[in-house]
């Protein structure tokens, strides 16, 4: 007789399949429904980025399926049968720092750490319950515990947090600083969820926005308009006049077309010099609030540059001399931009000091300052005819020459000396100017060297 065993085991195959995915699928269920509060912050967080700004639809919508998954896939910490075996399990989770529930709670800050702008939680007391490094790198004091009017004590920030509990949109408030340095945040300040409090969760979102750098390029982007449109308006016109001379009376004379081309390509020249300038400008300006990162030796540069611009000061028959101090003298800086420094004060002192007279770059080690502390001065000085007192407080102003009509005769386009302040700025020094009628000037900038910071 045939044995009914195997027959019967394969009939209950399928039946024992169709039970394993029925219980798989109950178990989804399960965690799906114990997670449905977490899912719903998650939700709430992303859709207040959303609107905020923060995160682009898509991206929004891809980073809540995948939080969704790691919410939903993450396997229980205790089964329930472990749960019936610990008595001890609810008041520990009751006594722990997420107040009601862990997972939670992990959940919420990751998505607090994963926003692209500072970002800070709140509780109904508008106490700081969590926040991201990017808030950290705004307000570097911050803390858990401390309430938000301590990290920024702006009126207009903490009505706006006030009038977030009960309005039924994000409040958005723009706040403008002074002090340490100057900048513009923009707070948007969100309610997650309704009114009701609960234990262990944000109850407000803010999210602070830096656009200090967007109001410099703004800023930026008008000055170059007017300053540029100011100063290309003279060449401008002597080359429209000049080519509409030469298409005219002078198109049969060949000496006046070649002295009104020499004239021209001067004008073109000058042109050239005021836009790379202005670019240089530009990048100084947007770089200044970022300290340098590399290391220059300044008796090096001194010597490189001394070297470089040597056929240009025998061209006016002056002569460049080093005096550089014992060893190297090594600052926090960037090569190229203290080259540039260094280059312009050079070429100023060859345009505007005294033929045949002598320009000299001076590396030394001074105490200054009070208490007195050492630094590092780097002098350019010349033995021209000197500045008048009046000029000197504004000759690092963009297009401010003291003698204009000369300043232009020499090829000037009265930045240089912007764009070494600026540079100056960007390495924590100091720029000094000092001049003698009838005996020179000189321009001293004072630095930290490597080794040495107070």
Known sequence: ????????????????????????????RR???????????????????WFAGGLSGALALTSFLLMAMVVAGREPAES???????????????????????????????????????????????????????????FPNI?????????SRHPELNAAVERAVTANQQVVVDLYERVPVERRLSAT???????????????????FRDLTEQDKLAQMRADFIANASHELRTPLASLRGFVETLQGPARDDPEARARFLAIMSSQANRMTRLIDDLLSLSRAEMRVHLPPRGIVDLN??????????DPVAASSKAKIAVTKAEGPVRIRGDRDEIVQVLQNLVHNAIKYGREGGRIEIAISRVLDGSPPRPRVLLA?????????????????????RANAQASREKGGTGLGLAI???????????????????KGSTFSILFDEVGNRS
Not at 1 to 24: C, G, N
Not at 116 to 122: I, K, N, W, Y
Request: charged letters at 30%; one cysteine or more.
């Open 1 to 28: 007789m045939t044995d009914p065993r195997p027959l019967v085991r394969s009939l209950s195959a399928p039946r024992s399949s169709v039970e394993r995915v029925l219980a798989q699928f109950r178990a989804l």
């Open 143 to 151: 803390r858990v515990g401390q309430p938000l009017s301590q990290l």
């Open 31 to 49: 965690r799906l429904r114990e997670r449905a509060r977490a899912l719903a912050l998650v939700a709430i967080v992303f859709t207040v980025l």
């Open 80 to 138: 329930d049968g472990e749960k019936e075996r610990s008595p001890d399990v609810e008041p520990r989770r009751r006594g722990g720092s997420g107040g009601g529930n862990d997972r939670e709670g992990e959940s919420w800050r990751l998505i607090v750490d994963a926003v692209p702008d500072a970002t800070v939680a709140l509780d109904h007391n508008f106490n700081i319950i969590h926040f991201n490094a990017r808030l950290e790198e705004l």
């Open 300 to 309: 090096e540069v001194a010597s490189y540059v001394a070297q470089a611009l």
């Open 380 to 400: 350019v000085a010349d033995d021209g005819q000197g500045i008048a007192p009046e000029h000197l407080p504004r000759l690092t102003e963009r297009f401010y």
């Open 420 to 438: 070494v302040k600026h540079i100056v700025l960007r390495h924590r020094g100091e720029l000094r100017i000092s001049s003698t009628l009838g």
């Open 189 to 207: 300040i969100s309610r997650i969820g309704g009114r009701e409090i609960r234990r262990g969760l944000p109850f407000l979102i803010a999210c």
